[in-house]
């Protein structure tokens, strides 16, 4: 079983608690168990960081890492590339490495704010999308590809049911 590490910026558990009047720590931690689980990376420690920022500064990040000039809701640093996470997945040798540092995942709440009105989802259910999208990315998922992106937006679905908040009908 592994031992989650979270470096939670408290900025987004205070949105959400002002929000939604929601603790949304166990809910983040369900959200990584899962996905750590579809990948079968059972390793000792398992750490990640979450962090918000204003719109200003997601846009300069984009820009600098995506050559993309405009604000937007998440962006996803992983550490290990898919092939490498796929040799994660409950070898011998990966559980070697008593912990993994999967990367960063940088929210902007103010965008986050706006698509929840646009896509008409509420504020808990973007947050925890948004999580639950830059932590697939984290374990090599994309959705670039047609065949990646089925897959990816699989496992968020089944993420997000898992902790109450699935699918939006549009």
Do not use: W
């Amino acid at each position: 079983m592994n031992r989650i590490n979270i470096d939670l910026d408290e900025n987004l558990v205070k949105c959400i608690q002002d929000e939604c009047d929601k603790n949304i720590t166990q809910d983040i931690n369900v959200i990584v168990e899962t996905a750590l689980e579809e990948k079968n990376i059972d390793n000792e420690n398992v750490s990640i960081s979450i962090n918000a920022v204003d719109k200003e500064t997601i846009q300069k990040i984009n820009k600098e890492y995506r050559n993309i000039d405009k604000a937007t809701d998440v962006l996803s640093f992983p550490i290990f590339s898919r092939e490498e996470i796929n040799c994660f997945s409950n070898t011998e040798e990966s559980k070697k490495m008593k912990e993994i540092e999967l990367g960063d995942i940088i929210i902007c709440i103010d965008v986050l704010k706006e698509h929840a009105l646009e896509y008409n989802t509420g504020i808990l259910r973007e947050m925890l999308y948004m999580i639950t999208h830059g932590v697939c990315h984290l374990l090599g998922y994309d959705h670039e590809i047609l065949e990646e992106k089925v897959e990816m937006r699989a496992l968020e679905e089944k993420i997000l049911k898992k902790i109450g908040v699935g699918k939006i009908e549009e």
